[in-house]
């Protein structure tokens, strides 16, 4: 007998991550934070490393309005305008 | 029959039980046996409906994915459906991907939840639903098969499999199949869909990103309010220990209760301005249940009520004649996800 596969297939061209940056040395970095409760404070930690190890110049943070939907067109383009972005995912 | 091309790969076994076989080893079940999803058997869930193979049933909105009729059928043969049970399962397709239900994010989500869906109208009786013993349990194979068609396309077209999209920290027993009729004919008042603005004769079905039923009892007064009481105490301890934010509650009332409270000339306005101002806590009161370190962020004499209005409370008519019972069944997670309501 024959049976159907019910998964759907995938559309579109699969994603694939961005080449590295060269160096985080004097580079703008996008942090957007998931709206859950300690995403803030955890960036706070994570932008003290960036800029004090690493040298990272500028921030640029976001904060979604719901940690269940996707971010707003609006702020994805206020991102854009980093060399590289950190979307943390989690509590 | 149609005869309109699927567009699904296919693999050939020797019988049912190897198709069983294939399809649990795959990860494609929610570990319970499918009925194998033939190409005959599709075409003629598709048929029943009207759908053709290619045809978009719905998008969930987050991801973007694109669910056809195929996929659905496909669905349905699995679960244990009828071919005429479609219609319900294609209603209630429709009504998750609604935006306000937000199903990426109740199916992803550590909390758990699993969609609740309640069926109003004719469709009820004509596929053999049940409304009253055991209600929210085994009783029906239409009840059974249509909320498992649901889950099995979560898992399925959604990636919604434990580990992967669904992240679950427990989950809970409703994510196997959650799905209940109204007890139309004996209850005293208008089915939940009229309360959603179906019209009256219509089928409909409404569902809502739930957590597991929580059963209350009390069969020792005649006084509505103090059957409510017991309700809305139930809320807020579901406010205090799981969830504290305001949504969709819905209120399973089993029939003994019904008749006490429509005796007393309550009707569901009455229920929910009750429910409304009964189920709400202080946050200071999360103190008493060893979440001390968190009431204190904010002031604690703020509080807080378990719906945001009272139209936020589904009452719903379901349940066996005997017994003082009935069940609380809470949001996932307070407005995040609405109930939604689609005509069948």
Redesign the interface.
């Known amino acids: 007998m024959r049976v159907l596969d019910p998964r759907l297939e995938a559309e579109g061209q699969d994603m694939t991550m961005a080449p590295p940056l060269e160096t985080l040395e004097g580079a703008t970095l996008g942090l957007l934070d998931n709206a859950k409760i300690g995403t803030a404070r955890f960036y706070d930690h994570v932008e003290s490393i960036l800029r004090s190890r690493y040298g990272v110049r500028e921030f640029i943070r976001r904060r979604k309005p719901d940690s269940s939907r996707p971010a707003p067109a609006e702020t994805l383009g206020e991102l854009s305008a980093a060399d590289a972005l950190v979307s943390a995912v989690g509590d | 029959m149609s005869e309109l091309p699927?567009s699904?790969?296919?693999?050939?076994?020797?019988?049912?039980y190897a198709?069983n076989e294939?399809?649990q080893e795959s990860g494609?079940t929610d570990g319970l046996p499918i009925v194998?999803?033939?190409?005959a058997l599709?075409h003629r869930f598709l048929d029943a409906v009207g759908i053709e193979p290619a045809e978009i049933v719905g998008v969930e909105p987050?991801r973007r994915?694109?669910?056809s009729g195929?996929?659905i059928a496909?669905?349905a043969v699995?679960a244990g459906c009828r071919p005429e049970y479609m219609r319900v399962v294609v209603a209630l397709f429709r009504a998750v991907c609604a935006p306000e239900f937000?199903l990426?994010?109740?199916s992803?989500?550590?909390g758990g939840s699993a969609p609740f869906a309640v069926v109003n109208g004719p469709v009820r009786r004509e596929i053999g639903m049940n409304a009253t013993h055991n209600a929210l349990a085994n009783g029906s194979r239409a009840n059974a098969s249509i909320g498992r068609t649901l889950r099995?396309l979560i898992i399925?077209?959604?990636g919604g499999a434990p580990g992967r999209l669904d992240r679950s920290t427990l989950g809970h027993p409703g994510k196997f199949t959650f799905c209940v009729a109204e007890d139309e004919e004996d209850s005293p008042w208008p089915p939940l869909a009229t309360d959603r603005g179906v019209p009256a004769g219509a089928s409909a079905v409404t569902v809502l990103a739930a957590e597991p039923p929580h059963q209350v009892m009390n069969e020792w007064t005649r006084d509505p309010r103090e059957i409510l009481d017991t309700y809305a105490a139930a809320i807020r301890a579901n406010m205090l220990t799981y969830s504290i934010w305001a949504g969709n509650y819905a209120v399973v009332i089993a029939k003994q209760q019904r008749d006490v409270i429509a005796a007393a000339g309550w009707g569901k306005r009455q229920i929910r301005e009750y429910v409304f101002d009964a189920a709400r806590v202080r946050r200071s009161d999360w103190r008493s249940v060893g979440k001390g370190a968190i009431a204190a962020r904010r002031d604690e004499d703020k509080v807080y009520t378990a719906l945001r209005s009272p139209d936020d409370l589904l009452i719903v008519a379901a349940g066996g004649p005997a017994g003082g019972f009935g069940a609380v069944v809470p949001p996932w997670?307070g407005a995040?996800?609405l109930a939604v309501t689609r005509t069948i």
């Not at chain 2, 194998?36 to 190409?39: D, E, G, K, S």
């Open positions: 699927l699904s790969a296919t693999y050939d076994v020797d019988d049912p198709a294939l399809f494609w194998p999803p033939t190409p599709v987050v994915r694109r669910i195929e996929k496909i669905a699995m937000g990426h994010g109740c992803a989500s550590t099995l399925n077209v959604l997670y995040k996800s």
